[in-house]
């Protein structure tokens, strides 16, 4: 089967409080009953909620076809370094996909292509699927970096900058011609889209590549709903 991938980035939105409400919104009506069998919802909630959304997602009666997802994690393994996330510190939740290298943290932050090439090496080794955000710019120096046999381990997310949280989608004609470019670094990985993904253009990317990755709409828990 064909898996189709719907990933919920939460950036830095959301309490407990409102965490919790998504998700038992998100069971409501038996909504998870109602998901076709070739999509996968990923939430990537950021990381002090990763345990209430791991017990959630745990009772799989519920969730079938849902998964856990972290927004960063540690270039470093486990150690002496304050602050950060390890794979090791992500044991038991249940963590199955991480996205790296989103473009928020390599303009904040000042992730390199090489910390991101760090972080999917410790999450294979992990058994943690790496979700890489890659724009055309750094395509070729992203794909460089990383050890060549992660690359197929890769599902690549292109994520234009001037489609992010704009409301300006890419049009899906460029899509697919990133996509086969990508396809030529990242030999054997999956491909998905991210940029004001809607429930009103969402199928439009689901036709021409692997799935979606989605901001701004995945925070109300309806539209999100809608979207899938
Ligand atoms: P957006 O964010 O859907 O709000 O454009 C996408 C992303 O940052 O991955």
Known sequence: MNMKYIIANWKSNKNKGQVVRWLEEFESDHFSEMIKEDREIIIAPAMPSIAVVAEHLNDQSKHPRTALAVQDISPFSAGSYTGAVSVVNLEGFGVQY?????SERRDHFGESD???ANK?????????????????DYLISQASAIDDKFLSKCIVAYEPLSAIGTGEEMN???????????????DGARFIYGGSVD???????????????????SLKVEEFKRLI
Request: proline content about 5%; some cysteine.
């Open 120 to 136: 999917v090496s410790q999450c294979v080794e992990a058994g943690i699927t790496p979700i890489v955000c890659i724009d055309e």
């Open 199 to 217: 429930p009103g253009n969402v199928s439009d990317y689901l036709e021409i590549c692997d799935g979606v990755l989605v901001g701004g709409a």
């Open 172 to 186: 899906p004609e460029k899509v697919v011609l990133v996509g086969q470019e990508i396809k030529q670094y990242f």
């Open 114 to 116: 090489q910390d991101v």
């Open 98 to 102: 991480a996205i790296l290298g989103h």
